[in-house]
């Protein structure tokens, strides 16, 4: 029977034009199956142009939504086949000229 997982990955960072990315590995120990998610807070996003890569595939859709000043969590689809065994990376690029701030990133899969 498969059940569910998780990994919490501090990923405090203000992106700006001299800091547009930030790259931070994680580990999963089973063999992930079927899609995941994964749940970003951000501030001061003004633009949906940024995207959220993991093991170097991007993301599909808007990865993070503008909003009005403040927190706000935002969950992005994840791909069959795209989370694997072992290290993984995700990596988010600010792709617009806005400036803005994440906190946390939580993935979740089922194994």
């Given at each position: 029977?498969?059940?569910?997982?998780?990994?919490?990955?501090?990923?405090?960072?203000?992106?700006?034009?001299?800091?547009?990315?930030?790259?931070?590995?994680?580990?999963?120990?089973?063999?992930?199956?079927?899609?995941?998610?994964?749940?970003?807070t951000a501030h001061n996003v003004?633009?949906?142009?940024?995207?959220?890569?993991?093991?170097?595939?991007?993301?599909?859709?808007?990865?993070?939504?503008?909003?009005?000043?403040?927190?706000?969590?935002?969950?992005?689809?994840?791909?069959?086949?795209?989370?694997?065994?072992?290290?993984?990376?995700?990596?988010?690029?600010?792709?617009?000229?806005?400036?803005?701030?994440?906190?946390?990133?939580?993935?979740?899969?089922?194994?």
């Amino acid at each position: 029977m498969a059940r569910s997982d998780f990994n919490w990955i501090p990923f405090n960072h203000t992106f700006t034009e001299d800091a547009p990315q930030l790259t931070v590995e994680f580990p999963i120990e089973g063999t992930p199956i079927d899609d995941g998610y994964l749940l970003i807070t951000a501030h001061n996003v003004t633009h949906q142009d940024h995207q959220i890569f993991i093991n170097n595939q991007e993301l599909s859709g808007f990865d993070i939504a503008m909003h009005s000043s403040g927190w706000q969590t935002w969950m992005d689809r994840i791909p069959a086949g795209v989370l694997q065994s072992g290290t993984n990376s995700i990596m988010v690029v600010r792709a617009a000229d806005d400036d803005f701030t994440t906190k946390d990133i939580v993935v979740h899969w089922r194994e």
